[in-house]
Structures are given as C-alpha cells and as structure tokens.
Nanobody, 127 residues
Framework: QVHLVESGGGLVQAGGSLRLSCAASGRIFDSYATGWFRQAPGKEREFVAALSWSGGNTYYTDSVKGRFAISRDNAKATVYLQMDSLKPEDTAVYYC????????????????????WGQGTQVTVSA
C-alpha cells in the first residue's frame, strides 16, 4: 500500500511562487510514475504534471509549461511541484498521485490511470 501526503499549499499573490510536496510511504519510486492534478470548484480534475518512473521524463499540461516544474528526491521519497509565476486561474486543490507503470507521455495525463492519491492541498492565487 502506498500512502501519499501533500503539503505546501496556501494563499499567494499573482506572480508569486509555491512549492508543493508529496511525501510517499515506502519505496515507490523504483517502478512508480507520479503525477500532480488539480481540481477547481465546479470543474473536473485536470492533469498538471507527471514524472516517469525513472525520473528521467517530465510531462506538463500546456497552461503550466515554463512555469511549473515536477521533481523528486528519492532519498526523501518526496515528489515536488515548484510553481512560479502563479496566476489566479491556477487556484485549485492540488493532488499528487502514483501508479506502478513504465508508461509515460499522455498515458500519465489520465487521472483514472492512477492507483494512489493524496488528500489534496489548497492553492489560492489572488489577483
């Protein structure tokens, strides 16, 4: 069983930065891909970023490319989402997720592919 706990959300002004963390139980990185998704009120959960199982490939939705960066620290069993140049439209609850897979690319953009989810952390960007 994999347990994920997000942290790092909060309130920030437009143009500011936040770094989200997702702490994972156990050694999940050997064959687990990890992703970040977000869900705004009244909207469906959407893909934000993903990291392949090897950590060698990253994927982003177009709206965050150049502003967000996903990374991980194997020693700390933690995945990060660095968010810069934040915009009010980035406001949402952010979730991390993990799945045991060797697939990458668009396969990782579908939330139904993931087996494990964190509880979410709120990010609010004021104008």
């Amino acid at each position: 069983q994999v347990h994920l706990v997000e942290s790092g959300g909060g309130l920030v002004q437009a143009g500011g930065s936040l770094r989200l963390s997702c702490a994972a139980s156990g050694r999940i990185f050997d064959s687990y891909a990890t992703g970040w998704f977000r869900q705004a009120p009244g909207k469906e959960r959407e893909f934000v970023a993903a990291l392949s199982w090897s950590g060698g490939n990253t994927y982003y939705t177009d709206s965050v490319k150049g502003r967000f960066a996903i990374s991980r620290d194997n020693a700390k069993a933690t995945v990060y989402l660095q968010m810069d140049s934040l915009k009010p439209e980035d406001t949402a609850v952010y979730y991390c997720a993990a799945v045991a897979t060797l697939y990458g690319g668009s396969w990782l953009a579908r939330p139904e592919r993931y087996d494990y989810w964190g509880q979410g952390t709120q990010v609010t960007v004021s104008a």
